[in-house]
């Protein structure tokens, strides 16, 4: 059973940063990619950055260039350094482990960005 655990949201200033964190229950190089989406009220759910099992990354236009997706394989867990925050990227923010036939998603962790 694979649980997500995520980190590290609040409240923050835009312009200002937060760097979220996810705990995996088990080797985080085994999915076919690790990804973070969002979801805003009264929105889908969105990919906001994924990292493939290789290492290649893939972002949504709207944080490419401000948000970075990376992984430490030792300690099983994912982050995503976000910059330059706007109130448009107010949201939960969600783990998620793909492994392609199934996916297993964290409880996620709410950024609020105030104007």
């Known amino acids: 059973q694979v649980q997500l655990v995520e980190s590290g949201g609040g409240l923050v200033q835009a312009g200002g940063s937060l760097r979220l964190s996810c705990a995996s229950s088990?080797?985080?190089?085994?999915?076919?990619?690790m990804a973070w989406h969002r979801q805003a009220p009264g929105k889908k759910r969105d990919l906001v950055a994924l990292i493939r099992r290789g290492g290649g990354t893939d972002y949504a236009d709207s944080v490419q260039g401000r948000f970075t997706i990376s992984n430490d394989n030792v300690n099983n867990m994912l982050y995503l350094q976000m910059n330059s925050l706007k109130p448009e990227d107010t949201a939960i923010y969600y783990c998620?482990?793909?492994?392609?036939?199934?996916?297993?998603w964290g409880q996620g962790t709410r950024v609020t960005v105030s104007s």
């Open positions: 998620l482990a793909d492994y392609g036939v199934e996916g297993y």
């Open positions: 088990v080797n985080i190089s085994s999915p076919k990619a």
